[in-house]
């Protein structure tokens, strides 16, 4: 079992930060699984082969999901710039751009033109946790 998710000395680091690690490396690896299926999947011409890799795949995306979730779940700064970012149309640098901002100024993350409906969590209150 490796330990390189550790970057300082995992005796030093509080539990919670070595869980947050964990959880980075585990949000890396199914990013590089999903890379590799979408990689064998290019290639492969076998149906049976082609079948079973595309559902490994959709499981590798919920790996995935699962794991950035819990990620933002503990950092509130973090999801709040997603929030200002995923799941919307047009440019991502300038949502990125924009959402970085609004939360340098304390806002939620989306520049004011661009909020949604309300569906806040009250997350704002979260944020000087999440810098930590
Ligand atoms: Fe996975």
Redesign the pocket.
Known sequence: MGFDQYHEPPEELPQETRTFARLCA?LT??AE?IGWYHQRLALEADPEARAVMADAVD??Y???SMNLEALFRRTPTWREIARGVLFRDGDIVEHAEAAEAAVAEGGDGFPDEAAPADDSLGIGSLREAGRS
């Open positions: 585990s690896e199914e699984a499981e590798e919920k790996h995935f």
